[in-house]
């Protein structure tokens, strides 16, 4: 019988983030609910491929090392993809990265503008995508010797073919290398 109430129960909490799911693929009250007060640790998707608002930018993480001297050193941008192959038309898995981190970034925009610009915003650092940000830059090598503290940024550039400067999105503390 335990058995029974446990398969019941796991059965009955993916059925509804499903359902959850599917409700939020769509703008709505329903979803935006649901997002708001129902999905805290962002667990449930929103995929827009194509439309409405297709993505039109790139984003890029960069990061910094603190010496203990408190030297810093010069950004460093975190290469996400490699070159291009021909076949990458076909069959590319290596652009599951970066649509993961713009995944993360675009989260990140949405949960920082739920909150006033004039909040403490220092919670927002035990969020799941920040939290991911920080393990992608944390994993990096340093190009100085002995780091012991490390920063990022988060950008947004306008795209491949226009030229202009990048906007900054998130300026992150330094947090500490061990």
């Known amino acids: 019988m335990a058995q029974l109430i446990y398969t ?9 983030w499903f359902v959850c799911t599917i409700i939020c693929q769509f703008k709505g009250k329903s979803a935006a609910f649901i997002q708001k007060y ?22 890029h993480v960069l990061y910094r090392d603190k010496r203990p001297d408190e030297s810093l050193s010069e950004w460093t941008e975190v290469e996400l993809s490699e070159g291009r192959n ?6 590319n898995p290596r652009k599951r990265n ?21 909040q403490d915003r220092t919670f927002l650092m035990y969020t799941f995508p920040y939290i991911m940000v920080l ?11 002995d780091p012991a503290f490390r920063q990022f940024v988060l950008a947004e550039s306008p795209g491949y073919l226009e030229d202009s400067d990048p906007n900054f999105i998130l300026l992150s503390k330094f947090h500490e290398l061990n």
């Open 8 to 16: 019941l129960s796991i059965v009955i909490i993916f059925v509804l």
């Open 38 to 59: 129902i999905d805290v640790l962002r667990l449930i998707p929103s995929w827009t491929f194509f439309a409405p608002r297709p993505g039109k930018s790139d984003y």
């Open 86 to 91: 021909f076949f990458d038309f076909i069959w």
């Open 98 to 118: 970066k649509k993961v981190l713009s995944d993360i970034i675009q989260t990140l925009i949405i949960t920082f503008s739920r909150y006033p610009k004039d």
């Open 135 to 145: 393990h992608l830059v944390t994993r990096q090598h340093s190009k100085v010797n």
